[in-house]
């Protein structure tokens, strides 16, 4: 009787182990997917930051008057 509950056991162990390592398999697989891009997608990495409107470095405006 006790052979045969060892039996099972180890029998469950290794199916646990087997169904575990077939689950990683599966999302590993499916990770790959997600990170892989469709033809013609576009992704862009780096956007540069805005500038405002009162960060202008070209200098003050001058108005004169045109003399001929």
């Known amino acids: 009787m006790r052979d045969l509950f060892f039996t099972i056991l180890a029998i469950w162990i290794i199916y646990r182990i087997w169904n575990g390592i077939q689950a ?23 956007v540069p930051p805005k500038k405002n409107k009162g960060d202008n470095d070209e200098g003050e405006y001058v108005d004169y008057e045109e003399v001929k």
């Open 24 to 46: 990683a398999n599966a999302r590993s697989f499916n990770s790959r997917e997600e990170t892989q891009k469709k033809a013609g997608s576009v992704s862009v990495d780096y």
